[in-house]
């Protein structure tokens, strides 16, 4: 019998936080962020869920579109990084792929490169992340220059990223939308700004084409309440099961390094999930998970394929009994903070040891 554990993807909440997306910029058109394995959940599964309904889908890297359009999927398709060497523009126009343009480099290639048809292009601004793009007073001179490249399609979409845009109260977001306001104000084309928290939290982000990712999958970008990011529904739930149950003793140890010990005769559950399985390693005694829907306490040391929870609470738990870890009725983002890092990490590094099962909806 096989073990119990599933990421269960539930493609109804994915439907629901793209047309919440679509609310909230209704003037705005919408590119659907699917790269790192569309963050954990399987890239050609999920694309092709939201491929009929964005107007476009955004990746990394070639080798992640490649992947989406063998798998048949005709939606356009950014490269955010742009190419990394000049032979893959070839690969780009073959496809009908759409690239980032954020250094001379990249530039030069598209001007030395005769290609079999133009390719459209994503200009990148540094407004103030300090990561990717050019300076924006470099912006009048590139945009002219890919407008007189016979390889590149005529009016460019104009961009840029945000790098605090999860901090409601920074102000360093509106800094980086006067910024990038004031570096395209001269030129004509589309703009875009607004990742998943822009869209969320700043109206004034929202510009021509937004780019969800992370909030597509039904988790909140920010660390504080807010009503818009309140509404978003997980699609991936992951779950595994109890396979020991048993009675520890006041003062007797669990797990390795005898990290943990008991306060008081507890019942311990025993669960077949650990870091192999994508369940964070540092993630601290008293993080919650849920035993048949209720909440229970992590207990020692997370292992590569167990987790121990203390389930003296609760009534009549039993081998067999289903373990929720995130996802429905459990925030991605809590488990997150318990284990000192970010619900984007948890979902991207999900193993393929992990099934990923499509749930009916």
Not at 348 to 361: E, G, K, S, Y
């Amino acid at each position: 019998m096989a073990r119990p554990n599933q990421a269960r993807l539930d493609l109804g909440a994915l439907r629901h936080n793209l047309t919440l997306a679509r609310s909230l910029a209704p003037n705005s058109k919408l590119m659907a962020v699917v790269k790192a394995n569309a963050y954990g959940h399987g890239a050609v599964t999920i694309a092709s869920a939201l491929a009929p309904l964005a107007d476009a889908l955004a990746v990394a890297c070639i080798e992640e579109a490649v992947e989406l359009r063998e798998a048949g999927i005709a939606t356009p398709i950014l490269l955010l990084e742009g190419v990394f060497q000049p032979i893959e523009l070839n690969t780009v126009a073959e496809l009908g792929l759409w690239t980032t343009v954020d250094n001379e480099r990249q530039l030069a290639w598209l001007e030395q490169t005769t290609l079999p048809n133009p390719v459209h292009c994503w200009l990148k601004i540094d407004s103030g992340m300090h990561r990717l793009g050019i300076a924006p007073n470099q912006v009048d001179h590139f945009y002219n220059r890919l407008q007189a490249t016979a390889s590149v399609s005529p009016d460019p979409v104009l961009c840029t990223h945000f790098g605090c845009a999860d901090d409601l109260g920074s102000s360093r977001t509106e800094q980086q939308i006067d910024c990038f306001t004031t570096a395209t104000r001269s030129l004509p084309g589309k703009r875009s700004a607004a990742n998943s928290p822009g869209l969320l939290g700043w109206p004034s982000s929202h510009f021509d084409w937004v780019r969800p990712g992370y909030m597509l999958y039904g988790n909140s970008p920010f660390t504080q309440p807010h009503p818009n990011a309140e509404t978003l529904q997980p699609v991936m739930t992951l779950c595994s099961g109890i396979i020991s149950v048993r009675e520890v003793a006041t003062g007797k140890a669990v797990g390795y390094g005898a990290a943990w010990t008991a306060p008081r005769p507890s019942r311990i559950a025993t669960v077949t999930i650990g870091y192999g399985d994508g369940y964070p390693r540092n993630a601290r005694s008293g993080t919650p998970v849920l035993v048949k829907g209720q909440r229970a306490p992590l207990v020692g040391r997370v292992s590569m394929d167990m987790i121990t929870v203390d389930v003296t609470e609760l009534d009549d738990v039993q081998i067999g009994d289903e373990v929720v870890l995130w996802g429905k009725g459990l925030p991605l983002g809590e488990v997150a903070q318990r284990a000192d890092t970010i619900g984007y990490e948890l979902t991207t590094r999900m193993p393929m040891r992990t099934p990923r099962v499509v749930v009916l909806d």
